[in-house]
T-cell receptor, first 113, second 111 residues
Framework: DAGITQSPRHKVTETGTPVTLRCHQTENHRYMYWYRQDPGHGLRLIHYSYGVKDTDKGEVSDGYSVSRSKTEDFLLTLESATSSQTSVYFC????????????FGDGTRLSIL | QQPVQSPQAVILREGEDAVINCSSS?????VHWYRQKHGEAPVFLMILLKGGEQKGHEKISASFNEKKQQSSLYLTASQLSYSGTYFCGTALSSNDYKLSFGAGTTVTVRA
């Protein structure tokens, strides 16, 4: 299994509070991704990174920011959490372009009350 | 743009076959297939690159029809372990580092 660790695995917080999710990899893969998964929507890309300090937006980036200061860590921040951001968040890693697979972490279940 | 998967759900008895389709309105470079069991992470199954090659994983195989921009996943002689939600993810070019995922097809295999 790819060495991907997401933390925390579960979190319950209140509307308006900041939340940071962490993805840590031991594979030295260049590309890292944050997805959210909601019923009926599959996996939707929030942000991705193609190197240290190199990040870009995905299709559902509003309300989220990311940072990558080291190859192994990719952080997802909800500056002011809203109930619509209640979801399961997955981190994924890959070695390259569309010909390479993505490998997923175990996910973080986030509930915002 | 998100690819369209069909059917949304399928129920099988052990030993039966099923086909899941993934269609795009845009020209594709590759199609990825993943399986996700309830409460777990998606697991990579296989990648199809344009060129129409067919691949296999256990008794699960897939094809990619470039003319139709459609990939099909074939579950042959299904086993209980095949239950889960299957997602296709598509890339538009060799420089495309992002995947667009379909909404998923839920497969239930019953004894």
């Amino acid at each position: 299994d790819a060495g991907i660790t997401q933390s925390p695995r579960h979190k319950v917080t209140e509307t308006g509070t900041p939340v940071t999710l962490r993805c840590h990899q031991t594979e030295n893969h260049r590309y890292m991704y944050w997805y959210r998964q909601d019923p009926g929507h599959g996996l939707r890309l929030i942000h991705y990174s193609y190197g240290v300090k190199d990040t870009d937006k995905g299709e559902v980036s509003d309300g989220y920011s990311v940072s990558r200061s080291k190859t192994e860590d990719f952080l997802l921040t909800l500056e002011s959490a809203t109930s619509s951001q209640t979801s399961v968040y997955f981190c994924a890693i890959s070695t390259g372009d569309g010909s390479q697979p993505q490998h997923f972490g175990d996910g973080t279940r986030l509930s915002i009350l | 743009q998100q690819p369209v998967q069909s059917p949304q759900a399928v129920i099988l008895r052990e030993g039966e076959d099923a086909v899941i389709n993934c269609s795009s309105s845009k020209a594709l470079y590759s199609v990825h297939w993943y399986r996700q069991k309830h409460g777990e992470a998606p697991v990579f199954l296989m990648i199809l690159l344009k060129g129409g090659e067919q691949k296999g994983h256990e008794k699960i195989s897939a094809s990619f029809n470039e003319k139709k921009q459609q990939s099909s996943l074939y579950l042959t002689a299904s086993q209980l372990s095949y239950s889960g939600t299957y997602f296709c993810g598509t890339a538009l070019s060799s420089n495309d580092y992002k995947l667009s995922f379909g909404a998923g097809t839920t497969v239930t295999v019953r004894a």
